[in-house]
């Protein structure tokens, strides 16, 4: 075959290899790409790449112009850094994710994420004002041994504020099973066509409401706030992207499109163990500053309003900005 023929048959297919490593070249300066965004050239890459190397060694033995062999040989050189490249540090992919991955994927769900935040700070709104009109209607939502815990743990004159007894530690490890635990039942109940999701979030948005109503009619405000406004910055936020991860996976189930309803289930599920990932990281971080800042008592209100007003910024900040770059690149 000659040269001509042999260039005019392979062209069109190595100007789309170049066009490729191009591409991946440039995501990787970017080091950012958008999430679950699947690249069909990973998957025929590696067929690609054989076929080059037998294409390069078919214009070596035929003696092809060095000018040929040189540009194969540096596409060669180039899908095998890429074939073979050394795979990130685990600890730089955790990162990555955590800073760029995780809130871009809750930007994709926004949706989902409005509505389960609708059904958390809606009835806990309504719930509180409810039982600063009528202070009784609190015994209609919870009984009355749960009432005089809630006062017990908020009484102004307690050493310790939200627990009764406990070390930090321990507590600390309490917090992480308890917010972890909430956290995959509001996600797996999803499963349950959403409905699961929602019933879950509706019934913490009454409780939350009901007890932050009830301690503020009571006197008890102060403590109470002063306890939660801290670490509620990583512990709501989570709860409600979980809520929406659940959600998701609902409508996965109740609405596929056209795909089939399994299929749509394992992505909704993949989208969201991500989502909980992160989630779980919010909550690992909603635990220690619960254990190891929100209950000690002696910390004047002014400092624990100021850390809480940094806290929420930054939450709020890194799920909207995180990963934006990444976003224009692709």
Not at 114 to 137: E, G, I, K, N, R
Not at 236 to 261: D, E, F, N, S
């Amino acid at each position: 075959m000659k040269q001509e023929q042999f260039v005019a048959r392979h062209q069109h297919e190595w100007q789309q290899l170049e066009y490729w490593l191009q591409q991946r070249a440039g995501a990787s300066r970017r080091r950012r790409r958008r999430p679950d965004a699947a690249d069909p050239g990973d998957v025929a890459f590696a067929q690609r790449y054989r076929r080059l190397c037998q294409q390069l060694a078919l214009a070596r033995e035929r003696g092809y112009s060095p000018q040929l062999v040189q540009r194969l040989q540096q596409l060669m050189q180039q899908g095998h850094s890429v074939l073979y490249r050394t795979p990130p540090v685990r600890w730089r992919r955790a990162l990555e994710f955590l800073v760029a991955d995780f809130p871009m994927l809750v930007r994709s769900q926004a949706r989902s994420m409005w509505v389960a935040l609708a059904m958390f700070a809606v009835p806990a709104l309504a719930c509180f004002t409810v039982v600063q009109l009528y202070p009784d209607s609190v015994h209609l939502l919870m009984d009355n041994s749960r009432i005089a815990e809630m006062e017990r743990m908020y009484d102004p004159a307690a050493d310790r504020l939200g627990r009764d007894s406990g070390t930090d530690w321990m507590m600390f490890g309490y917090y992480i099973m308890n917010n972890v635990s909430i956290a995959l039942r509001t996600f797996a109940s999803g499963l349950l066509a959403g409905l699961g999701t929602l019933l879950v979030l509706l019934f913490n948005g009454v409780i939350m409401g009901a007890v932050a109503g009830h301690l503020q009619q009571i006197g008890h405000g102060d403590p109470f706030w002063r306890f939660v406004v801290g670490h509620a910055a990583f512990e709501l936020t989570g709860i409600v992207i979980a809520g929406g991860a659940g959600l998701q996976l609902g409508m996965k189930l109740l609405a596929p499109g056209r795909r089939r309803r399994i299929d749509a289930l394992v992505e909704g599920g993949r989208i969201g163990a991500r989502l909980c990932l992160g989630v779980a990281f919010m909550l690992l971080l909603a635990a220690f500053v619960e254990a190891f800042w929100s209950s000690i008592a002696q910390i004047p209100a002014w400092a624990k309003y100021s850390v809480a007003g940094v806290l929420w910024a930054g939450v709020l900040l890194w799920l909207w900005r995180g990963g934006r770059g990444g976003e224009r690149a692709d």
